[in-house]
């Protein structure tokens, strides 16, 4: 799976929509993953999960400072997030398959938010990339 | 047998009561065909698949969009017994149709994200939480007759 430049293109373009909401939307991607899928919780029992948690949030703030990150160095998403891909791969150990579910809840938000701007194409590449960022922090596992 | 609370049924009924069947099941099936192409497997005698514009306009996925998401609704009516009300279906998924179930999740996904479009906040994460229940139930039985 490769980005082309249209999906380069797509995603700093939404990205750029969402600008100044991007914290918010990190919060309330992982509020939606933890009430969507409750296995997730399991990664964060040291957290208050309640609604409106300020430790949710700034793990928002994070989760969204990486992505934008991640948008910023496109063409090497993997270099960009190298620190983040040992994190996980030493310390985390995230099984694999909640970055997807983590990845969709943020979709759904960004749907909820931007219906008019994720149109089907916009929706492909936000996808693909959403799958890169996902590859690249589970790519150092084993 | 899958356990609903009074909380999940009334979330999926609500949503599902103010959903255009037509228009959400055509555009639930174009993303389909658009955000994972190899989907598209399925439908080479469907005509026009070659873009996204081709593959949202195309009749054929229409019409076929508002079948699948109809016959999502016979799942909404009979909450308690999906397996039953997708026993037939399934057999057909598997013998006839040979579609591989992680297709079902797939499309049960991208539902998810076509009515969070549609009702915005009001797609609460608790209303998320019972869709992708639903989803994941529907995707199940469909894949419940396969050998």
């Known amino acids: 799976m490769v980005l082309t430049a249209n999906d380069k293109a797509n995603v700093k373009a939404i990205f750029c929509k969402i600008g100044p909401h991007a914290d918010e939307y990190g919060a309330e991607a992982l509020d939606r993953l933890f009430t969507a899928f409750p296995t997730t919780k399991t990664y964060f029992p040291h957290f208050d999960l309640c609604k409106g948690s300020a430790q949710v949030k700034a793990h928002g703030k994070k989760v969204a400072a990486a992505l934008v990150e991640a948008v910023n160095h496109i063409d090497d998403i993997a270099g960009a997030l190298s620190k983040l891909s040992d994190l996980h791969a030493q310390k985390l150990r995230v099984d694999p398959v909640n970055f997807k579910l983590l990845g969709h809840c943020f979709l759904v938000v960004v749907a909820a938010h931007n219906p008019a701007a994720l149109t089907p194409e916009v929706h492909a590449s936000l996808d693909k990339f959403l799958c890169a960022v996902g590859n690249v922090l589970t790519a150092k596992y084993r | ?147």
């Open chain 2, 1 to 147: 047998m899958v356990h609903w609370t009074a909380e999940e049924k009334q979330l999926i009924t609500s949503v599902w009561g103010k959903v255009n069947v037509e228009e959400c099941g055509a555009e639930a099936l174009a993303r389909l065909l658009i955000v994972y192409p190899w989907t598209q497997r399925f439908f080479s005698n469907f005509g026009n698949l070659s873009s996204p514009t081709a593959i949202a306009g195309n009749p054929r996925v229409r019409a076929h969009g508002k079948k699948v998401l109809t016959s999502f609704g016979e799942a909404i009516k009979n909450l308690d017994n999906i397996k039953a009300t997708y026993s037939k279906l399934s057999e057909l998924h598997c013998d006839k149709l040979h579609v591989d179930p992680e297709n079902f999740r797939l499309l049960g996904d991208i539902l998810v994200i076509v009515l969070a479009s549609h009702f915005g906040r009001d797609f609460t994460p608790a209303c998320q939480f019972a869709w992708q229940k639903l989803v994941g139930v529907v995707a199940h039985a469909l894949a419940r007759q396969y050998h």
